[in-house]
């Protein structure tokens, strides 16, 4: 019995080995994105995030100690059916405050940027667009008197965009248009921040190379039809529409009623249209061969080096047919990350300031993207771009612009 009682004190007081181990917290390094996954950009931003999930699968989810956890938040409510101010301000405001966060991917839309941007500067959080195209969001003199510095309330540069800004988009889509012989042209927007900025981009150069600007105006994104628009741009006689706008903003209706009213020959827009879902607002028989995108970059299957590689994995993974391509934003939703995921063991110090400081060097990176750089303002020095049709409901490449 004694001897029972005895071996039954020293098994109380006998720890196994493996509980004597101390367990080590794990290491975690957080991303997240803030994207509009509510209503119609959904499509486009799912690819955005099927990228970026793709390059974090490259490495397994682990760089050297650290498990990469990512979140995708949504930055488009309801209500709106698209981005949302105060949506956006919650999600900048939750990733400040959880300190495991060492980079917000982020914004689709450059107005929800304006939001974004200086909370994380004073957070110190690095910040890298694969979408936000206004100039002002990075380039002195390219905006408001106060842009970029509003964005920038502790003077120190943390945002950070893959993809070329809108006044080089807006530029080559003028060169583009004179190109193609157009005399004339008629100017719309969709009053956002990207919409507007890119047509007065567009605008300002057209008129510098002989362009006539019959006119401008800004449009009602929830306008169920713009047939009186039509019939009044019919009257006035372009040879093409511009519109600065996107896929949500009612890109498709407004093909649909400008040709229906025999309107004009040709209709241009920027990379926000640059999605299926914009020739299925539309119809396809309504932009066949007589719409015009532009694209910060290069459609997937024009990719060469490590673009073709991603373009592959991308294919493989999400299981699409030999006909199908991922959508044009997917590339820049994988680049963003990658790019992070790269610098990550650069860094001096796995924190944010180390981390953003090692994105902040990037040179010469040879991405899916092709060789380029972070210059100082923290824009791409990446100035690809690309001039595309319709052609049987299907995106066609036509050239690449600006060179």
């Known amino acids: 019995m004694l001897k029972n009682i005895a071996a039954v ?66 930055d488009a409510s309801p209500q709106r059916g698209t981005w949302d101010s105060s949506v956006e301000a919650q999600n900048a405001n939750k990733a400040a405050r959880d300190e495991s966060v060492i980079a917000y991917i982020g914004t689709f839309n450059s107005g929800a940027s304006k939001i974004s941007m200086p909370v994380l500067n004073k957070a110190g959080l690095l910040m890298i667009s694969p979408a936000a195209t206004y100039p002002g969001l990075t380039k ?48 719309l927007d969709d009053r956002e921040l990207y919409g507007k900025g890119i047509a007065n981009v567009f605008e300002n150069h057209a008129k510098e190379i002989g362009i006539e600007v019959l006119g401008r105006e800004g449009i009602d994104p929830k306008a169920s039809n713009f047939k009186s628009l039509a019939t009044k741009i019919k ?16 890109a498709g209706q407004i093909a649909k009623d400008l040709h229906t009213a025999n309107a004009t020959p040709k209709f241009m827009v920027p990379d926000g ?39 592959a994995a991308y294919k493989k993974k999400y299981n699409l047919k030999e006909n199908e391509e991922p959508e044009g934003y997917a590339v820049y939703g994988y680049e963003a990350c990658k790019v992070l ?35 100082e303002n923290g824009d791409t020095t990446n100035t690809t771009m690309s001039g595309n049709t319709v052609e049987n409901g299907e995106f066609k490449f036509v050239k690449v612009l600006g060179k």
Not at 349 to 359: E, F, H, N, S, Y
């Open 140 to 187: 002195p003199g390219k905006g408001e008197a106060n842009e970029p510095k509003i964005y920038r309330p502790t003077g120190k540069i943390n945002f950070f965009r893959v993809v070329p800004a809108d006044d080089l988009q807006g530029f080559v889509a003028a060169e583009w248009a004179k190109d193609m012989g157009v005399k004339k042209v008629y100017i």
């Open 235 to 250: 009257a006035a006689a372009p040879d093409m529409v511009y519109f600065g706008g996107t896929t949500q903003s009612n």
């Open 9 to 74: 004190f020293l098994l109380a007081f006998t720890v196994t080995p493996s509980l004597a181990q101390t367990e080590k917290p794990e290491k975690v390094l957080k991303i997240i994105s803030s994207l509009p996954r509510t209503g119609s950009a959904n499509a486009q931003t799912t690819t955005m995030v099927n990228g970026i999930q793709l390059a974090i699968d490259e490495v397994h989810g682990k760089i050297g100690d650290y498990t990469i956890v990512y979140e995708d938040m949504d």
């Open 341 to 375: 995921l790269d610098a990550i063991p650069k860094a001096k110090t796995k924190d944010r300031a180390g981390i953003l400081q090692a994105v902040s060097e990037t040179k010469n990176y040879n991405g899916a993207l092709g060789i380029w750089s972070f210059d």
């Open 273 to 311: 249209c640059f999605e299926k879902a914009f020739i299925e607002a539309a119809g396809a028989d309504n932009v066949n061969g007589s719409a015009y995108i532009t694209f910060g970059g290069l459609p997937a299957d024009k990719l060469t080096g490590r673009g073709a590689e991603f373009r």
